[in-house]
């Protein structure tokens, strides 16, 4: 279900809670906001057009509104929106929204889910162009809804009073203010419901601070009846009225949390201190001029609630702590050195917060508390301009605010010359964010520094570093703030809507798709590569260096994965500091490092991944990878717990913690933890892909998980021997091999089992001859590249050098296509230049170089060439006959987790491939672990692998007896 919130602002989440950004239309969202503003009534047509297209005639709003309904309809599903007629209206089902519960709980009598739901004026800062109906129909409808939430609160807070509840009802009016800090009335009520609730200290300053607003904002004279009600406070007289029992109204259900901080409700539900617990990741932002209350509001509850920690230490039970909004920023006014009283540096420095606020938009995470009310907290707890105020009055001002960061910072001036520094603080931890930032120049530029210094800090906080931040006065601001929240998001799947985000706000902004095309890069020419690469010049050093190495494959003169691994190897050399070169570099090396013969490979990636930030879960899950491959339990236990430790409830992660706790107990040896976990488990293909690496006998026991892993069915079957479940799965799939096609898999399948297989070899070889030739064509054009490549290799194996011509042709013939197989291209080019000219043994030692080198692009597309097991084991089977037994072993052993997670099916031709070259070469060791393994994998198989198994079995036999 979609969750709309419209007051306050507008934002839609996703049904996981993420953001997401599904409607990027501004006039689609207008659409849904009054929708949902309507409820259950619906709105007509008509109405939305002369809102939304005034300009336009009947015909072309009617079209733009369908249009309109339509993409909202694609974007949330076609039950999103419901017709009736002439009148839509939102599926509640479907997209949920606070206005809904606002005026649900009103309607109902639940006043404080009502309030609980108002989190500021309707659509706050949205705004629609050419719409004059549509601003005023916005206008009118905030006033409505604030007055309502505004007699909601009066209400709550009259049968507080009605039943002597003073904590309660001081509780209430303060919510009151906060919705029109400049009502007399209301800061009345609030002083003597305190002053009766015995806190006088803060009666008295609610209303001299309301006093000091009324004069400083309104040269107004306060109200004498609060004057009246201030002298009775500080003179002690009660400045309540003896609790009355108000007609009609009953005493509140659930009560609100007490000033005091006293113990909540049990039933959390309802309190007003749950509502910060079930509260969405980005709280509305309040209302302009709601905010200005903080003066008054914010200050009286810093005191009131410690008078109530006081009061619960007292009696021995702790106060529920005061939630801080991690998305909210509190800017503390800069203290200035330098410069005298009319120096312009000291008005920068007491506007700080309000240029922030100017500067930075909530629409994707980030909020900057009341500048004002931030102000006004500084200056009680004794700071200025010149005097700064200690690290804890810092935080507690911050904290007053609900701020989950404070920013604070140093305006310097001599002259001309003006430098501004400031740093970020975890409000909670009081922990430091990164080193301060800085910049500096002249105060003629000084709106300029400003834009640079919160891009830097802002950026710092999101873990990119200065090098890498792009410049904000040359973007829009809200393009900024997505491209940060993207960078700050946990997974590459959750960064890149925020990455698209920010292209759709603003175009020119290079370094979003650098980034859009670095978290789902392809080998693919994209149009982020494409604009990226060619407005390079508008990039940092450090990125314009990350993109060079990044797209070397489409764009630069990289060649193979082993040149790549050593581009960001220098570039985590320049820039030591840097943790993304060390995350390509871990990356590359667990995919690709066995299979292009890298030198000491899996520690090289351990240590790689060591020089990351271990805040996401996805180090850890490559550091489990890597321990299981190398057996090593320990190391796999710890990285399971640092992979639970870190992961969130919502990530994919979650998933594969049963089957990696499976797979640890397997690799112990204890089989009776491992049978326990074995129910637990929901990753079936972790299990079974576990299976096939570890090759511990345990295949029997994983054969009723197969079923529940279709993808799987039929490569389980193969690697486990079971030739009607293989088949089974081939047609009832028709994608057996992964991905790969009913018109290409024979030949897989043929090229997996070897020459001795002739039956099924010839029927592969006869279908995969028309699909090379297009007859039938495959459902992708890529397939015939494919399958005119697999051919070149089925023949090579029968020493027939012939046919790479016509694949070197269809290749030639598409640039785009010859990127995309780049490895092919190379093989290709050594059949033609050496295989088809009659030396087989040099074509085939260059074959087994090409497939080391494995070049670029590899990695990411549906058809991975190079990978692919079929290559080394082609290898593995011939260079033997060629006097290279020795080669023919390496090109066995290529493989990785990855790769054997990709391709299983491969693994047990690989193993025997393995043993018997191990024994030619006198390694009886590593003849019988490949052979038991093979084994273990393929316990009593059909008749197509019962003479191999049989030979196998012979062939260990003899070894043990040896």
């Avoid at 005639?57 to 993409?71: M, V």
């Avoid at 599926?91 to 206005?99: F, I, L, Y």
């Avoid at 039933?267 to 709280?283: E, G, I, N, V």
């Avoid at 820039?575 to 490092?593: A, H, K, S, V």
């Amino acid at each position: 279900m979609f969750r709309l919130r419209v007051l306050g602002g507008f934002s839609l989440e996703g049904p996981p809670g993420t953001a997401a950004f599904p409607i990027r239309q501004r006039r689609a969202g207008a659409v849904m906001a009054v929708l949902a503003e309507c409820g259950d009534l619906g709105c007509s047509r008509e109405r939305l057009m002369a809102l939304l297209w005034p300009e336009s005639d009947e015909a072309r709003a009617r079209q733009a509104l369908r249009s309109t309904i339509h993409l909202v309809r694609q974007a949330l599903g076609p039950d999103a929106v419901l017709s009736a007629g002439e009148l839509l209206r939102l599926n509640a089902d479907v997209v949920g929204s606070d206005v809904q519960s606002f005026t649900h709980g009103l309607a109902v009598g639940r006043l404080i889910e009502a309030v609980h739901s108002y989190g500021g004026l309707l659509l706050d800062g949205f705004h629609v162009d050419d719409a004059p109906d549509f601003e005023r129909w916005l206008d009118a409808e905030r006033a409505r809804l604030a007055r309502e939430c505004i007699e909601a609160l009066e209400r709550l807070a009259q049968g507080a009073e009605a039943v002597g509840a003073w904590g309660e009802a001081a509780g209430w009016w303060a919510q009151a203010v906060e919705q029109d800090p400049l009502n007399s009335h209301f800061v009345l009520r609030h002083v003597r419901a305190l002053a009766a609730h015995g806190d006088r200290a803060n009666a008295v300053k609610a209303a001299e601070v309301h006093e000091r607003r009324l004069r400083e904002e309104l040269d107004m004279d306060v109200d004498a009846e609060l004057l009246a009600a201030i002298d009775e406070v500080r003179r002690g007289d009660p400045a309540a009225p003896v609790a009355r029992q108000d007609r009609g109204i009953r005493k509140p259900s659930i009560s609100p949390p007490t000033p005091t901080g006293s113990p909540p409700h049990p039933d959390l539900a309802q309190t007003p201190a749950a509502k910060a617990t079930a509260a969405p990741a980005r709280p509305p932002r309040p209302p302009a001029r709601h905010r200005r209350i903080a003066a008054v509001a914010a200050i009286a509850v810093v005191v009131v609630v410690a008078a109530g920690l006081l009061a619960t230490s007292l009696i021995g039970r702790k106060p529920a702590a005061s939630p801080l909004d991690p998305t909210a920023i509190a800017v503390l006014p800069f203290h200035v050195v330098g410069g005298d009283s009319a120096s312009p540096a000291r008005v920068l420095a007491r506007y700080m917060g309000t240029l922030f606020e100017l500067k930075v938009t909530g629409e994707f995470g980030r909020r900057i508390r009341h500048p004002g009310s931030v102000a006004e907290r500084f200056r009680a707890a004794g700071g200025t301009l010149d005097t700064m105020i200690s690290e804890d009055a810092e935080l507690a001002v911050a904290r007053s605010v609900r701020a989950g960061r404070l920013v604070r910072g140093t305006v310097v001036t001599m002259g001309d010359s003006l430098v501004l520094s400031a740093s970020m603080l975890d409000v909670a931890t009081g922990a430091v964010r990164g080193p301060p930032v800085r910049a500096e120049g002249t105060i003629a530029r000084q709106q300029e520094l400003v834009d640079r210094l919160i891009i830097l800090l802002l950026a710092r906080d999101a873990g990119i570093s200065p090098e890498s931040a792009p410049p904000l006065p040359h973007y829009k601001p809200e393009a900024i703030q997505a491209f940060l929240a993207g960078n700050a998001a946990p997974s590459f799947s959750a960064q890149m809507p925020f990455y698209h985000a920010a292209l759709a706000a603003d175009s020119n902004l290079v370094d979003a798709a650098l980034m859009a095309y670095a978290v789902g890069e392809s080998a693919q020419d994209s149009a982020e590569l494409r604009y990226a690469w060619d407005h390079q010049d508008r990039l940092t050093e450090r990125n314009r260096a990350y993109l060079q190495v990044l797209a070397a494959g489409r764009r630069g003169s990289i060649r193979t994965e082993a040149e790549k691994i050593a581009g960001h190897e220098a570039l985590a050399a320049r820039w030591p500091e840097w943790r993304g070169p060390w995350g390509e570099i871990g990356d590359q090396l667990t995919n690709f490092g066995a299979l292009a013969s890298i030198p000491d490979w899996s520690r090289r990636a351990r240590q790689a991944f060591g020089q990351m930030d271990r805040r996401g879960d996805w180090v850890f899950w490559h550091l489990t990878e890597l321990a299981f491959f190398d057996g090593d339990t320990a190391r796999a236990r710890l990285a399971i717990d640092s992979l639970a430790a870190k992961t969130s409830p919502r990530s994919d992660v979650v998933r594969h913690l049963p089957a990696y706790r499976w797979r640890l107990a397997v690799l112990r040896g204890d089989d009776k933890e491992a049978a326990r976990l074995l129910g637990a488990v929901t990753d079936v293909n972790g299990v079974l892909q576990g299976a096939l690496t570890d090759g511990r006998g345990i295949s029997r026991a994983l054969d009723r998980l197969a079923p529940r892993a279709p993808a799987l069915t039929a490569i389980w079957g193969w690697a486990r021997g079971d030739e009607r479940m293989w088949r089974e799965a081939w047609h009832r799939n028709g994608s057996p091999a992964g991905g790969i096609s009913d018109a290409t898999a024979p030949i897989f399948w043929a090229l997996l089992l070897g020459p001795a297989q002739d039956t099924i070899a010839a029927t592969a070889l006869r279908r995969l001859e028309q699909v090379a030739v297009g007859t039938p064509a495959p459902a992708d054009p890529d397939e015939q590249a494919l399958a005119r490549s697999w051919l070149v290799l089925w023949r090579l194996e029968h020493d027939d050098t012939t046919g790479a011509r016509a694949t070197g042709r269809w290749l030639d013939g598409d640039e785009d296509r010859r990127h995309r197989f780049a490895g092919w291209s190379r093989l290709i080019d050594v059949f033609l230049t050496q295989a088809e000219g009659g030396d087989v043994h040099a074509a085939l030692l260059r074959m087994d170089s090409v497939v080391r080198e494995l070049p670029l692009p590899t990695g990411y597309l549906r058809w991975d060439p190079l990978p692919a097991e079929v290559h080394n084991l082609t290898l593995a089977r011939m260079l033997p006959r060629y006097g290279e037994p020795e080669l023919g072993l390496a090109a066995a052993r290529r493989r990785t987790f990855r790769a054997v997670g990709n391709y299983p099916d491969a693994l047990p031709e690989y193993l025997r491939e393995e043993g018997r070259l191990a024994a030619l070469l006198g390694d009886r060791t590593g003849a019988s672990r490949a052979y038991r393994h093979y084994l273990a994998l393929r316990e009593n198989p059909d008749p197509l692998w019962r003479a191999s198994w049989d030979s196998v079995r012979a062939e260990l036999a003899a070894l043990t007896t040896r």
